[in-house]
C-alpha cells in the first residue's frame, strides 16, 4: 500500500500530540513514511517536537519524523497538509472574547465579535500557508480545520479558488457521537442529513444503514437533557462549561423542535442569557490556557525529562479519527459521506450559490461531492442568509481593506444590538489587532 508523507500546519497545537497519537493509531489504515511538524513560532512548537520525537522512536521507529519553521523544508514532497493554525494563540483568543464582553456582547472563539477578529487574523496565516504548500507540492492536499472555518472556507473560495483547500469542522462529528450515545448505536453506523453554516446548522434525519430514523428518539432526550449525555468516552467537549453548551440544545430545540440544532446556536438565539452567564474576567481561553494547554505542555516537559514516553501522558484524540476518514477518502477514492464546508451550488435549493454551507458530501479522490438537501424553511434560511452575509463582508472588509465594510458586517451580526455598540467593538479590536489585521481605511 502506499505510504504518505504527512505536514501539520500549526505544530505547536495543543491538539498536535493527540492528533499525532490518532494517526498511529491508524496507521494501518492510513500509512505514513513522513511526519513533519511546522510552526511559525519555533520555541512552542519545539516543546511538543522534542516529546514527539521521543515517543516516535519508541512507538513507530520507521516513520521518518521532523519538526521545523523552515517552509521549504516542511512543505516539499507532502501528499497531506493537516492544518491547524491559531494566528494570534491564545492571548489573541482571550482579547477576541473579553473586548466583545465589555460592551455587553458575546465573546466568543468563533462567533459574534470575537469570531470575526479571529478571521481578519485566520485569512493570512491560510493563505501564507497554502500559498507554502502549493509552492512546494501542487499536488498536496490540506485538510483544514483551523478557525473560524466559515469565513476561512469563504476566503478560500474568494481567493484560493483553485487550491485544493478541504474545510471541516468537528463540532457535527462530536454531536452525532453525543446522539450515537443517545440511543445506543455505534457513530460508524449512522447517517445524516444536516444543513446550514459551519457552527451554524441543522439535522434533519439520523438513520442507521437499515434506514430506520431516530430524529423522533433523540428529539425526545434532547428535549428533556439537551446533548448531555452521562458517557464519559470523549476526550474534548467535557469541561463544566462544554457541559452548559450540551445542555442549551433543550432551549434551542425549543425554538424549533423540527430539526436537532448545532449547538453554537445558542450565541445567536440565547445572546442575552450567554453574556449574562459569562465571566467577562474569565472566559474559555482561560479555562483552555489553565486546563489543555497546561496538561498537553507538562506532559510534553515531563516526556523530555525521562527520555521516554512511555506512561508519558499524551492520550489518543479518537473522535478526531474523522480527520484520517478525510484524508483515505481522499487517498483511496473510498467515497465516505462526511459533512463538509463547500460552495453551496444549489445543494440548498432555496440557498445562494456562492455561499459556504455544511452539508453531507461523498468523498473520492476529487475531492467532495455535495448531497442535496432540498428546500429549507424560512426560519432557518433567514438566520443563515443574515450570517452568511456577515462572513462574506468580513472577506470582503479584508480583501478591500474597508472599515466600511467590516462596520457593516458587525452590525449585521446577530450578537450586536446597534451600529453604535458595533462601531465601539470594532475601535477596540482595531486596536489590539493592530500587527494582525490589514490596515483597515
Ligand atoms: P494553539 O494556539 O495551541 O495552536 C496553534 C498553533 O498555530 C500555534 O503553535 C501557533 O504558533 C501556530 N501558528 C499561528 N499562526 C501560524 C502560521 N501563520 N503558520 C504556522 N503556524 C502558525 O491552538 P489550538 O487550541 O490547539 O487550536 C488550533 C486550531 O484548531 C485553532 O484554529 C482552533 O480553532 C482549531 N480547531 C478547529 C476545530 C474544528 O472543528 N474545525 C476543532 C478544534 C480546534
Ligand atoms: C469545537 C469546535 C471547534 C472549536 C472547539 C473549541 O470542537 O468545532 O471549531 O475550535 O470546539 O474548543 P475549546 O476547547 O478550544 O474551547
Ligand atoms: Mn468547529
Not at 47 to 58: D, F, N, P, T
Not at 129 to 151: F, G, K, Q, R, V
Request: hydrophobic share 40%.
Amino acid at each position: 500500500m502506499k505510504k504518505f508523507s504527512v505536514v501539520i500546519a500549526g505544530g505547536g497545537s495543543t491538539f498536535t500530540p493527540g492528533i499525532v497519537m490518532m494517526m498511529l493509531d491508524n496507521i494501518d489504515r492510513f500509512p505514513m513514511r513522513e511526519l513533519v511538524l511546522y510552526d511559525n513560532d519555533g520555541d512552542r512548537q519545539a516543546v511538543l517536537g522534542e516529546a514527539l520525537e521521543i515517543l516516535l522512536k519508541e512507538q513507530a521507529p520507521d516513520l521518518k519524523f521532523s519538526y521545523t519553521t523552515d517552509p521549504e523544508e516542511a512543505f516539499t514532497d507532502k501528499d497531506f497538509c493537516m492544518a491547524h493554525i491559531r494566528v494570534g494563540k491564545y492571548e489573541m483568543r482571550e482579547k477576541d472574547e473579553k473586548i466583545p464582553l465589555r460592551h455587553g456582547v458575546i465573546g466568543q472563539e468563533t462567533c459574534g465579535p470575537g469570531g470575526i477578529a479571529y478571521g481578519m487574523r485566520s485569512i493570512t496565516g491560510m493563505l501564507e500557508i497554502i500559498d507554502h504548500m502549493e509552492t512546494y507540492s501542487p499536488d498536496c492536499w490540506m485538510l483544514n480545520y483551523s478557525n473560524p472555518a466559515a469565513i476561512v472556507a469563504e476566503a478560500c473560495r474568494v481567493l484560493r479558488p483553485n487550491s485544493k483547500v478541504l474545510n471541516i469542522c468537528d463540532m457535527p462529528v462530536g454531536t452525532l457521537r453525543r446522539m450515537s450515545q443517545i440511543i445506543g448505536k455505534d457513530p460508524q453506523d449512522l447517517e445524516v442529513r444536516y444543513f446550514g453554516l459551519n457552527h451554524f446548522g441543522w439535522w434533519t434525519s439520523v438513520k442507521d444503514k437499515e434506514g430506520h430514523e431516530y430524529l423522533d428518539q433523540i428529539r425526545d432526550y434532547v428535549a428533556e437533557n439537551g446533548y448531555l449525555t452521562q458517557v464519559e468516552v470523549d476526550t474534548q467537549h467535557m469541561d463544566q462549561s462544554w457541559q452548559e453548551t450540551h445542555k442549551k440544545a433543550k432551549d434551542l430545540l425549543a425554538v424549533n423542535p423540527r430539526y436537532l440544532p448545532n449547538t453554537y446556536l445558542k450565541y445567536y438565539l440565547y445572546p442575552d442569557y450567554e453574556v449574562a452567564h459569562s465571566d467577562r474576567n474569565y472566559t474559555r481561553a482561560n479555562e483552555v490556557m489553565n486546563g489543555r494547554e497546561k496538561e498537553v505542555f507538562s506532559a510534553a516537559r515531563n516526556i523530555i525529562e525521562k527520555g521516554t514516553a512511555v506512561d508519558g501522558g499524551f492520550h489518543i484524540d479518537s473522535h478526531a479519527s474523522f480527520i484520517v476518514d478525510l484524508a483515505r477518502a481522499i487517498a483511496f477514492n473510498t467515497h465516505e459521506r462526511m459533512l463538509m464546508i463547500v460552495e453551496n451550488n444549489g445543494a440548498i435549493a432555496n440557498f445562494p450559490d456562492d455561499a459556504m454551507v455544511e452539508v453531507p458530501c461523498i468523498v473520492g479522490n476529487d475531492g467532495p461531492e455535495p448531497l442535496a438537501q432540498g428546500k429549507i424553511p424560512a426560519f432557518e434560511q433567514a438566520l443563515m442568509f443574515q450570517q452568511v452575509t456577515v462572513e462574506k463582508l468580513v472577506v470582503e472588509a479584508y480583501v478591500e481593506q474597508s472599515y466600511q465594510k467590516l462596520w457593516q458586517a458587525l452590525t449585521l451580526s446577530k450578537t450586536i444590538p446597534s451600529a453604535k455598540v458595533a462601531k465601539d467593538i470594532l475601535d477596540d479590536l482595531i486596536e489590539d489587532n493592530k500587527d494582525y489585521w490589514p490596515e483597515l481605511h
